[in-house]
């Protein structure tokens, strides 16, 4: 099994700045274990979680609810808004409350959509490999394999 990691920077934005490392030790049966990959670019072991078949497919189900809730949120909220401006238009403006509500109700279909975009990538591309810190000088990059190794 192999993760793509790379220094922590503005820089490292481009796939081509991850380098891909093997990870040692193997995948656990249940659960998550700890291993340890050394980074191409600093020589440095870096610790990961990794986690097993099934909880990887189990992450990557959430990730798919996720979006589908997301996708349900957003429609619901363009429904409402759409009733809204029906009920409003032309007859009469809305007043300032209604017009701040429908502003809002903007800004959160996207991030709803934003959301969902994300939640779908990661339903597909979720590897089953966290770093153990979210902080400190590395990334990683899902490499889309699927966690059968």
Same mark, same amino acid.
């Given at each position: /099994?192999?993760?793509?990691?790379?220094? @922590?920077?503005?820089?490292?934005?481009?796939?081509?700045? !991850?380098? $891909?490392?093997?990870?040692?030790? =193997?995948?656990? *049966?249940?659960?998550?274990? =700890?291993? %340890?990959?050394?980074?191409?670019?600093?020589?440095?072991?870096?610790?990961?979680?990794? !986690?097993?078949?099934?909880?990887?497919?189990?992450? @990557?189900?959430? &990730?798919? $609810?996720?979006?589908?809730?997301?996708?349900?949120?957003?429609?619901? /909220?363009?429904?409402?808004? =759409?009733?809204?401006?029906?009920? %409003? /238009?032309?007859?009469?403006?809305?007043?300032?409350?209604? *017009?701040? $509500?429908?502003? %809002?109700?903007?800004? *959160?279909?996207?991030?709803?959509?934003?959301?969902?975009?994300? *939640?779908?990538? $990661?339903?597909?591309?979720?590897?089953?490999?966290?770093?153990? &810190? &979210?902080?400190?000088?590395? @990334? %990683? @990059? &899902? =490499?889309?394999?699927?966690?059968?190794?």
């Amino acid at each position: /099994m192999e993760v793509a990691i790379a220094r @922590r920077s503005v820089a490292h934005r481009r796939p081509d700045d !991850y380098a $891909l490392s093997p990870v040692r030790g =193997t995948r656990p *049966a249940t659960g998550r274990a =700890t291993a %340890l990959v050394e980074c191409e670019h600093c020589g440095q072991a870096v610790r990961c979680k990794v !986690y097993s078949v099934e909880d990887t497919h189990r992450l @990557r189900a959430r &990730w798919r $609810l996720v979006t589908r809730l997301c996708v349900i949120a957003v429609v619901a /909220m363009l429904v409402a808004d =759409t009733i809204t401006i029906a009920g %409003l /238009m032309p007859d009469k403006p809305a007043s300032q409350p209604v *017009a701040i $509500l429908l502003g %809002l109700s903007s800004v *959160a279909i996207a991030g709803g959509v934003l959301l969902a975009i994300r *939640a779908h990538r $990661l339903a597909r591309e979720d590897d089953g490999v966290r770093l153990a &810190w &979210w902080f400190g000088p590395h @990334r %990683l @990059r &899902w =490499t889309s394999t699927l966690p059968d190794d």
